[in-house]
């Protein structure tokens, strides 16, 4: 076999396909493992670079394939699609992975370590409690318009309601022992929720970075966690403005023929940091007032409306939080005129 320079592998949970070329990008790997047999086929390899699409999974075999001594990428998925020639299957996708790779201007994600991996279960288990405790609140409300009793919106209003309900003589008897059996479901994810925010926030005082960021108008706490935890390594993004397109809170570009088009906010990268930092946004723009928020925040709201300008105010403050991360730098607010 000719030396193999380079390897595209299309991982699964349990089938790996692999697609190897040598110097003059000739094919000379085509090769299907089970996920067993990933690790020893790899240890028996002479070091070579290795690419994967940046999904499930791909940090725990990048860590694994580093330690055999291989140079691993990860190219984003959607930059991998236009080089699939035709059809969907795993040696196409195999060979795409190992094309991409080639180009010079293709751009990579940052493998992970276990550590920030577990840190980062702390922002998605936390997520995945609040659906749950919502769904379960929504759940509450319904059922009990469906007896006439009608509550308001907002968890803390939920103990009212089951009051209400537990007193009002239209309600079966039925009824309020599987509202009880929900409110105790509520009760369990609101303590572990709470057991979460303890732990973010100790992860916050203990880390510089995060510190540094929450002294930025509109972030707090749970924000200044995702960025730092999100962003490990900010040189890999050229710059703020960079940034902020990764986190898609740019608008589209349709721009042809020397004629600048913009179109609607991408919406594109990471939905949690995009939601945290307009979520932030919209925090400060409720307590825009003169002399107390910024004169730019002011003219913008005056002629935009607040959702819109909650996006652009997001944007700067993404700006603001890669200068802090890239250049170690603190907040400084600006100095009135």
Not at 25 to 31: D, F, G, I, S
Request: glycine letters at 8%.
């Amino acid at each position: 076999m000719s030396e193999i320079i380079r390897i595209g592998m299309d991982s699964s949970k349990s089938i790996f396909q692999l697609h190897g070329v040598d110097q003059a990008e000739r094919p000379v790997l085509c090769k299907k493992l089970r996920r067993g047999d990933v690790e020893r086929f790899f240890a028996s390899l002479p070091p070579t670079v290795v690419g994967m699409e940046a999904c499930g999974a791909a940090h725990h075999w990048a860590r694994v394939l580093r330690g055999l001594g291989h140079e691993v990428r990860l190219p984003p998925p959607q930059y991998v699609k236009p080089y699939v020639k035709r059809g969907k299957n795993d040696a196409a996708d195999a060979e795409a992975i190992c094309e991409a790779m080639s180009r010079p201007s293709m751009r990579f994600v940052a493998v992970r370590t276990a550590e920030n991996q577990a840190e980062l279960m702390l922002h998605g288990v936390r997520d995945l409690l609040i659906k749950q405790r919502t769904m379960l609140l929504n759940a509450v409300r319904g059922h009990a318009a469906e007896f006439g009793v009608v509550g308001a919106k907002g968890r803390w209003r939920m103990a009212e309601l089951l009051e209400r309900i537990a007193i009002n003589a239209a309600v079966p008897p039925l009824a309020p022992a599987i509202f009880a059996r929900l409110a105790d479901q509520i009760d369990s994810l609101n303590a572990q929720l709470t057991e979460l925010d303890r732990r973010l926030r100790a992860w916050h005082r203990g880390n510089e970075r995060s510190r540094r960021l929450a002294g930025i108008p509109g972030i707090g706490p749970i924000i200044a966690t995702a960025l730092a935890m999100k962003v490990p390594d900010p040189s890999v993004f050229r710059s703020g403005r960079h940034f902020a397109a990764w986190l898609g809170l740019t608008p589209k570009d349709h721009s042809t023929a020397g004629r600048q088009r913009l179109g609607i906010i991408t919406r594109a990268g990471d939905e949690t940091l995009r939601r945290l930092l307009v979520s932030g946004a919209m925090a400060l723009i409720k307590g825009a007032k003169p002399g107390c928020a910024s004169p730019w925040l002011l003219a913008l709201l005056a002629r935009k409306p607040k959702k819109l300008a909650a996006v652009a105010l997001a944007n700067k403050t993404a700006r603001i939080a890669w200068v802090i991360l890239a250049r170690g730098e603190t907040y400084r607010r600006p100095v009135a005129a």
